[in-house]
């Protein structure tokens, strides 16, 4: 890669003017915190703490419940902050304004992996705190087993998803495909999988990455090691997405 495909400050700076102005793209970003910590207090109001006392329950992934629901937004937000390229021209414009189709393009993924990651941490510390005031004497603390671990991961997982589905989103130039493969794919194959986390069902995005919120992860995957599979996941549809911006006819 030669300096004149890095991104610059003012080519960084037109694509966060771009979703700040795009209608929906931002809000998507402000409903991965809505969406993690509503549902997590929603949850927690829910269960109480009896729940997080019965045998056999991961108090730490009871914690961080809303993630689940968080990333459905964070996938949103990569969709559409990538698709609005490919409606109306806006590609051949943006190319006219930088020809560099490398530097466009990696400075429209730093951009909004950035706010994705910013976004993401602050879901993971405000679903932590706002969770574990309700839950009593029950209630985790910073220094219990695996909880900055998590709090961490739960950040960088969030990040990782949105991503997963800009990268997506460039291969397929429609915002529309990607929502209606991945949502259900997250949402509805891990819930057939179940707990049969041995073989390949492992080592889908979202059941890896997750392992990084339980205490005592399951399968042959450990929980850094899984949040490392899902980053494999995102950068391979990064860089088939980034063969494809600059292959494809604008």
Not at 80 to 93: D, S
Not at 102 to 124: E, N
Request: proline share 5%; hydrophobic share 55%; with cysteine.
């Amino acid at each position: 890669m030669t300096a004149r495909a890095l991104p610059t400050v003012p080519v960084l700076h037109s694509e966060w003017i771009k979703i700040r102005s795009l209608p929906g793209t931002l809000g998507a970003l402000v409903a991965i915190l809505a969406a993690t910590v509503g549902i997590q207090v929603l949850m927690a109001v829910m269960i109480g703490p009896s729940e997080v006392a019965r045998p056999g329950s991961d108090p730490l992934r009871l914690a961080f419940y809303g993630v689940g629901f968080g990333q459905i937004a964070a996938i949103t937000f990569g969709t559409k902050a990538v698709a609005c390229e490919f409606h109306n021209g806006a590609l051949r414009t943006s190319l006219g304004a930088v020809p560099q189709r490398t530097r466009f393009y990696l400075s429209k993924i730093v951009v909004v992996g950035a706010l994705a990651l910013v976004a993401g941490q602050l879901s993971g510390i405000v679903t932590f705190v706002a969770g574990q005031v309700l839950m009593g004497e029950r209630a985790l603390g910073a220094g219990s087993p695996g909880v900055v671990r998590a709090v961490v991961g739960s950040g960088l997982y969030l990040a990782l998803m949105m991503l997963f589905a800009a990268g997506l989103t460039a291969i397929l130039r429609s915002g529309t495909a990607v929502l209606s493969v991945l949502i259900p794919f997250v949402l509805l194959v891990s819930f057939v999988i179940g707990d049969h986390v041995g073989g390949l069902g492992q080592y889908l995005p979202d059941r890896a990455g997750q392992l990084v919120l339980s205490t005592h992860p399951q399968g042959d995957l450990g929980p850094w090691v899984g949040l490392g599979v899902t980053a494999l996941w995102a950068v391979a549809a990064l860089v088939a997405g980034g063969i494809a911006v600059r292959r494809r006819d604008a």
